[in-house]
């Protein structure tokens, strides 16, 4: 049955046809146009009804392709480029057909000259809107989970599934392919709770990337905020699209894993004045985007050409709507907003944490237990605002990134570890916001793979066509002693170990970690870290290499359900050394969290101000459970010795990065020492009374044991 008319605007079926609806405040008129399969069209002139263009046609039917014509001033000093020969897609369409030919008459003007109106008409080189037939929305997930208790996968919809051989090949690469067995089995079986897309609005590639015979891989150039991808659909750019994305969606919930999208609100495909007008600038370019004070140009802050204007009221619906949408109807259940920073500028451009988007979602009971994930910064001034995106939201946190990167390649001491590992409180906790604020990552999209972050000393960008210019040149990264792929054993096992370490340090640390998709079986890029125009195997997932790593994907599994089942790792609240009490309020001589330093117990002044030192111990403990985690990054082997009664009577190591038969499958008594190889993550389980009087019992004979062993 089709969708009743609602006020919203866009494309709404009816029982006698569609009504399409466009906001358009500054439009003189406004043409509806539709298209044949031969690309005829026939124009429909709107009317102006409720605050917005509004046409009523009868027979239309769901995958009728269509646009809009807007007339009004063309006056680019003013910051109004209206030019009625350009067809615009609806900007709350819900499905989109294709890419733009730049060989066409895309643009609102004449070469060479922004302020003269190209009068062209673009109706063959752009995509067209398509009207969508109302579905029910996906199967809703039993319960999400909190961040606390997450593992976020960030995975590229393409890159995912595109060399998987369980796959078939008419699935891979698109959202039927994710959804397909083989691919949800490795999810749960890694311990992913929520898989987190790379944009999934429909975008499309910039001249200067098609102009090189490259596409924009990544997809961070939005043209659609309510239509999924078309060329991630494995049957059709007229609709099908919907309807694959939302069987995807169902089938991820019915395996308990969540869907978040990266989001891409800051800015769109349209790029600067000598972009195309596809959308936006069409339909009203003062008001859509940010412009300098002049109106003439663009104020850009995120890099891009331009920027969304969130302090205009009509944006702010817009974005809002499209998240609303993507909720109730596509079933997700969080965004990763990029580049955050500029949603909350205000209508001087200043950044405002104070501002209506995050008002607005606080308050709008449709985003209650929806994940809000910020990228917390952006390029204009003051944009980098890491920890101060307050209650309800979590951020990437790049100190993480940096530090964990620096720590394993042995430049760093351990000033900074206990911070990191223990959920980043100087960054989250002075606003009273949980460890769970802290996105932990070591990798993303956007740099090396964890493999190359152990294989490449420099980015090596040439395929890129940018000469190598492309891409950061601070990647904090260790080649392990040879710059790329090598046959040297010795070297590719030192690799295998120090991806291990991060990806256990990543698993093992307070806050929520998110692992790149294909890091946990040793994916690389050849040390491409900018591979945002490379589709292609560069950027693709080789699932021949499983086996290989087969040893990383067991930690991975292993980390992630130890993780899942130790409140120690994933209760959300910080640790200040707080003495621990048994059922009666006596303590047991033991803290929920504290540092040892291998010799003597906990870590003394001296320890946290030797910068050589590489050796640092994390003890969690609860009245019940406890846990002491080692991390080493130094290169040789070092004795540690088990810390004395009060902390624990039995010391078993549960899980390591070591190699098989490095260290002792037996348990250890305090004061007892192991030799810890170097470079090496070690958990141990601690058995710990949980009333003072077995501790009291415990220390007695531990004293009894050591002084008949003298």
């Known amino acids: 049955m089709p969708a009743r008319a609602t006020g919203l605007p866009g494309a709404h079926l009816t029982r006698e046809g569609c009504e399409f609806r466009l906001p358009a405040p500054r439009a003189k008129a406004v043409e509806l146009v539709l298209l044949d399969a031969d690309m005829h069209q026939r124009t429909f002139p709107m009317s102006v009804l409720e605050g917005s263009w509004y046409a009523r046609v009868l027979d239309v039917r769901p995958g009728q392709r269509y646009g809009y014509r807007v007339y009004g001033e063309w006056n ?19 499905a989109i057909t294709s890419g733009v030919d730049y060989r066409g008459p895309v643009r609102d003007h004449v070469p060479d000259a922004s302020h003269v109106m190209d009068e062209r008409d673009s109706f063959a080189a752009v995509p067209l809107s398509v009207v969508v037939s109302h579905t029910p929305p ?9 961040l606390s208790q997450s593992v976020i ?122 972009g195309p007008t596809l959308c936006f600038r069409g339909i009203d370019h003062r008001d859509y985007y940010r412009l300098h004070a002049d109106l003439s140009s663009d104020y850009d802050v995120t890099g891009c050409g331009n920027s969304l204007d969130t302090s205009k009221p009509a944006v702010l619906a817009l974005v809002l709507d499209s998240m609303r949408y993507w909720v109730t109807e596509m079933g997700v259940d969080g965004f990763r907003f990029d580049l955050a920073t500029t949603l909350v500028r205000d209508s001087h451009h200043h950044v405002d944490q104070n501002h209506p988007f995050k008002r607005v979602i606080a308050d709008d009971p449709v985003f209650d237990d929806i994940k809000m994930i910020a990228e917390p910064w952006d390029m204009g001034p003051f944009g980098y605002q890491v920890g101060r995106f307050g209650r309800g939201w979590s951020e990437w946190n790049d100190r993480y990134r940096g530090f964990m990167r620096d720590y394993w390649r042995g430049t760093v001491g351990v000033q900074e570890l206990a911070t990191r590992l223990s959920g980043s409180a100087d ?49 904090r990264s260790w080649n392990c002693g040879v710059e790329g792929e090598t046959d040297d054993e010795e070297i590719n096992a030192l690799r295998h170990r120090q991806v291990r370490n991060l990806i256990a340090t990543l698993l093992l640390s307070r806050g929520v970690p998110m692992i790149t998709a294909g890091d946990e079986m040793g994916r690389t890029q050849l040390g491409n870290n900018n591979a945002y125009c490379q589709d292609n195997p560069t950027s693709w997932i080789d699932w021949k290499l499983a086996e290989e790593w087969s040893e990383l994907t067991k930690l991975t599994s292993e980390l992630t359900e130890l993780r899942a089942n130790s409140r120690l790792l994933n209760y959300d609240d910080y640790l200040y050394r707080s003495e621990i009490l048994d059922a009666h ?68 190591i549960v899980s390591s990065t070591a190699d098989p038969g490095e260290l002792p499958t037996i348990s250890l008594l305090p004061g007892d020492s192991m030799a810890l190889p170097g470079r090496t993550v070690a958990v141990m389980k601690v058995k710990v009374p949980s009333d003072a009087k077995t501790l009291r019992r415990a220390i007695a004979s531990l004293t009894r044991s050591r002084g008949s062993k003298r």
Request: with cysteine; charged share 20%.
């Open 138 to 146: 996906p199967l809703p997930i039993a319960k999400r989970r909190p």
């Open 76 to 94: 680019p000093s003013a910051g109004l480029r209206d030019n009625p020969a350009k067809l615009l897609v609806d900007p709350y369409a819900r």
């Open 585 to 652: 309020g006596q303590s047991l001589q033991r803290y929920n969290l504290a540092w040892m330093n291998g010799y003597s117990g906990e870590m003394q002044a001296h320890d946290w101000q030797d910068d050589g030192r590489r050796l640092l111990g994390m003890y969690l403990s609860s009245r019940t459970e406890a846990m002491l985690i080692w991390f080493y990054s130094g290169a040789h082997p070092i004795q540690i010795v088990m810390p004395g009664g009060p902390w624990g009577w039995d010391y078993k």
């Open 153 to 274: 996968y960030e995975a590229h919809v393409k890159g995912l599934t595109r060399l998987h051989p369980e796959v078939p090949e008419h699935l891979r690469g698109t959202y039927a392919g994710i959804a397909y067995p083989a691919v949800i089995d490795h999810l749960k079986q890694l311990g992913v709770t929520a898989i987190e897309l790379l944009p999934v609005h429909h975008f499309v590639s910039e001249s200067a990337i098609a102009a090189r015979g490259k596409t924009n891989y990544w997809g961070y150039s939005t043209l659609g905020f309510f239509a999924p991808h078309g060329a991630y659909c494995s049957v059709g750019t007229t609709g099908e699209q919907v309807d694959e994305f939302k069987a995807m969606v169902s089938a991820l919930h019915q395996a308990g894993i969540e869907v978040i999208l990266d989001v891409v609100y800051n800015h769109t495909c349209e790029g600067g004045i000598d």
């Open 427 to 475: 960054l989250f906790d002075g606003s009273d916001r949980p460890p769970s604020a802290s996105i932990n990552f070591i990798t993303a999209h956007d740099g090396f793979t964890m493999r190359d972050l152990v294989s490449y000393n420099h980015k090596h960008n040439k395929a890129n066509g940018e000469h190598n210019r492309d891409g950061s040149d601070d990647n």
